[in-house]
């Protein structure tokens, strides 16, 4: 079971999630996020010491700390506990300030990252402590690793984490961190932005695990982004191919790399909510459940990069050069569209781009075009559905549709607008694909 920052950002979440973990005695392993807006201070923190700002990272920290003092003081009731709480505050807090008296390094900035869930676990863990409830907590950093891609390291995942669970003979409970692991340089990393769902399908993994329950504050995966139209609903299940396109063009709700661990481990995902733990959620499994359109996301900040060129007409070859300059920059490309002497492919917005389009330019002429949004419509075999393709593109008549990619797979048709046209697109198609304002 994960909970994530907001399910447990408040000490009355945290003790919601504890009865939601004790509602049975199935054994199972939790994996918490940080508090709610923790990892963005801890970011802003190391931004302010990489600019030498030290003045302005030790406010930033004694805020972070106010917060916390606060919160430990609504967690725990008895003063045995409070102190243990103020304890482990005075432990982080006085790592945060040490550092500022040190050089700035990226693997410092990592180390400053992992603070939030190395927090929000044990102060959970002492909370559950004073209720009486046998647990353990598991140190993510002795059994989550990464390689020198940033890859999770599965088997090694695998090993050392059942070796652990073995030391804890007859132990149901446990309790570990999100986000946090270790890199091939031994070194504290983390799993990337929201990177706790990626650490719970991992573990679901690597344990076997019956099913792996991402709990959030909504219920479930929605056909559409609420902030953005008026009316959504809950998708009830999900292929994981599906949940995969949805959950990388953008909905919030799932970090893309946490689907194929499960898949590949054939361990069932479900989406709750921890403020209303009875609603059904998403259930995403092998099986699609229905046939047709489940759900459209939207993912801003692409760039479409045309590349047209003469020497195309005929030749072969001439892709795997273009694909081989955003290989270097280890950028990946979205989307792509060919005629025959043009080719445009989709790229989210680089650093890099102007050594990437430089390295572009020999091979013809280029144009870049900026803010630009990927609408991807999924569903199961909708590209295979001539109903669903008429209704979306008689839906999007006021549209300058920029790019289409169809037929790449069964369960997505993505279409790229300009990023103004994001909430127009979003709500003809709430209304031509759904039925919904
Ligand atoms: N705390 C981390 C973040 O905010 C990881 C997570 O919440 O999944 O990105
Ligand atoms: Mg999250």
Known sequence: ?????????????????????????????????????????????????????????????????????????????????????????????????????????????????????????????????????????????????????????????????????????????????????????????????GGSDYTASLVAAAINAAVCEIWTDIDGMHNNDPRMVKKTVAIEQLSFEEAAELAYFGAKILHPASIWPAQHYKVPVKLLNTMEPDARGTLITEEAGSVGVKAVAAKDGILAINIKSSRMLLAYGFLRKIFEVFEKYRTSIDMITTSEVAVSVTIENTPQLKEIIKELEPFGTIEVEYDH?????????????????????????????????????????????????????????????????
């Not at 399910?7 to 004790?22: A, C, H, N, W």
């Not at 967690?75 to 550092?99: D, N, R, S």
């Not at 180390?111 to 927090?119: P, S, T």
């Not at 279409?415 to 198609?429: D, E, M, R």
Request: some cysteine; overall charge positive.
């Open 1 to 193: 079971m994960k909970f994530g920052g907001t399910s447990v950002g408040k000490p009355e979440r945290m003790r919601q999630v504890s009865e939601l973990i004790t509602k049975d005695a199935d054994p199972k392993i939790v994996v918490l996020s940080a508090l709610s807006g923790t990892t963005n201070s801890l970011v802003e923190i190391g931004n302010s010491i990489a600019a030498g700002e030290r003045e302005q990272a030790k406010k930033q920290i004694e805020k972070l700390e106010a917060h916390y003092q606060e919160f430990i003081k609504e967690l725990v009731k008895e003063e045995k506990y409070y102190t243990k709480a103020k304890a482990i505050l005075t432990e982080h807090f006085e790592f945060l300030t040490i550092i500022l008296r040190i050089s700035f390094s990226e693997a410092l900035s990592k180390d400053i990252l992992a603070q939030g869930e190395l927090l929000s676990t044990k102060l959970f863990s002492t909370y559950l402590e004073e209720k009486k409830i046998d647990h353990v907590l598991l140190p993510a950093l002795e059994f989550m690793s990464i390689d020198a891609y940033d890859e999770p390291q599965v088997s090694s995942i695998k090993t050392k984490l059942n070796q652990l669970l073995k030391k804890h003979k007859g132990q149901t409970l446990f309790i570990t961190q999100g986000y946090i692991c270790r890199n091939a340089k031994g070194e504290v990393d983390n799993l990337k932005r």
């Open 373 to 437: 949004t990927i609408v991807a419509i999924v569903g199961n075999e909708i590209a295979e559905t001539k109903e669903v393709l008429s209704k979306l593109f008689a839906s999007l008549t006021p549209v300058p549709v920029r790019m289409v990619s169809y037929g790449g797979s069964k369960h997505n048709v993505s279409v790229l607008v300009p990023s103004s046209f994001k909430t127009q697109t979003l709500q003809l198609l709430n209304k031509g694909l759904f039925g919904l304002e």
